[in-house]
């Protein structure tokens, strides 16, 4: 199951770097990933000690909860990725602050969460989960509707309704899992709602990351930090004299239009490279005004990349966001069709001999 996952995430993330989903080390990845998942499947359900009881997915509800709580996870931990490059890198927050403005999120769980348990033993698991689903879902799609500009207050709403809908879902999903399995198995059931979790989220993150960052070389342009080294290198015939590290070019890698970092990063070397130039004697050979006006010319050159760098990202970060969404509403689809009601909820108490008056807790 670990080399399975490894692999599989590993052509993710290839496939996302690379943009080239046809190589043996991307789609030859996530296929050979998949074999070895299924192989694991199959041989779990085999075995007369199996690490992961497959025949619990045999139960509706069961499946039903598994499969509202991975895809909560999927959706979260993708976004935090993108929401913490969004408030870093576009809005130029500290960490410190960005991890202040997340606090909406965790408050917003804090308060329903425990609220959500006593909704399910009132209106059913179904309705609490799908509705709260539908909520994260719709929240996660809206970031697609954030602008550079946003005011933050608007943000801290939307983090809030994110929590708000995790809060309705885990407790009223984890209740209907550990439902649907007998009391003695109640051990394999816990184990297989926490393995969804962790397996969803790291591939929240691996798929969510590669959609973002096809989305930001797409919309950036491969070749664009080139060009931009290019237009900083002049004139061409004094640059190439300097040594490597006054030249802008040297920094012109494939991998500063993979991502907003990296775009940063070689913002932060050409500036590097600009400045030690200045420094050269065959640099301040060349006359004041002619210097005048290459330093303004690179300056506005750079400003211009940056802002191009930050605009792609925010095209990414729609593109994301409504992947994103997509997941968490298709999470909440199941739970309207599959997830138990009230009165189903107490028939299943009554069959797997779980007291109705025990909430599951989630920690």
Not at 23 to 50: D, Y
Not at 134 to 145: D, K, P, R
Not at 175 to 180: C, F, G, L, N, V
Request: charged share 10%; hydrophobic share 50%.
């Amino acid at each position: 199951s670990v080399v399975a996952l490894v692999v599989l995430v590993y052509g993710v993330i290839q496939g996302g770097e690379s943009n080239d989903w046809v190589k043996w080390n991307t789609l030859g990845a996530i296929v050979l990933g998949l074999a070895l998942l299924a192989l694991f499947v199959w041989l779990q359900k085999r075995s007369t000690h199996p690490t992961i009881d497959v025949d619990l997915f045999k139960n509706r509800y069961f499946s039903a909860g598994a499969v509202a709580i991975g895809l909560t996870f999927f959706a979260l931990m993708g976004s935090t990725f993108y929401l913490a490059y969004f408030l870093q890198a576009v809005r130029g927050y500290t960490p410190l602050a960005a991890g202040v403005a997340l606090i909406a999120v965790a408050a917003a769980v804090m308060i329903l969460a425990p609220l959500s348990a006593r909704l399910a033993a009132r209106f059913g698991p179904r309705v609490v989960c799908g509705f709260g689903m539908t909520l994260f879902g719709l929240t996660m799609a809206s970031y697609g509707l954030v602008r550079q500009d946003t005011g933050q207050w608007v943000i801290e709403i939307q983090m809030f309704c994110m929590g708000a809908g995790m809060g309705l879902t885990m407790s009223p999903a984890t209740t209907a899992i550990m439902s649907a399995v007998p009391r003695e198995k109640a051990g394999a059931g816990s184990a297989v709602n926490n393995t969804v979790r962790q397996v969803a989220g790291a591939l929240g993150v691996a798929i969510l990351g590669s959609i973002l960052a096809v989305a930001f070389r797409n919309s950036l342009g491969a070749g664009t930090p080139g060009q931009v080294a290019s237009r900083l290198d002049q004139p061409a015939a004094v640059v190439s004299q300097l040594p490597a590290n006054t030249r802008v070019s040297t920094y012109a890698t494939t991998d500063a239009s993979q991502s907003i970092g990296n775009a940063l990063e070689f913002v932060a070397d050409a500036a590097k490279a600009l400045q030690a130039r200045g420094q050269t004697p065959v640099a301040q050979a060349v006359p004041a005004a002619q210097r005048a006006q290459l330093e303004h010319q690179a300056q506005q050159t750079i400003e211009k990349f940056l802002s191009d760098s930050k605009s792609s990202f925010m095209t990414g970060m729609r593109a994301t966001s409504l992947a994103a969404g997509g997941a968490a509403l298709i999470g909440a689809a199941v739970a309207f069709t599959f997830l138990p009601g009230r009165r189903e909820l107490a028939e299943q108490n009554v069959r797997s001999g779980t007291p109705a008056a025990e909430p599951a807790v989630v920690h």
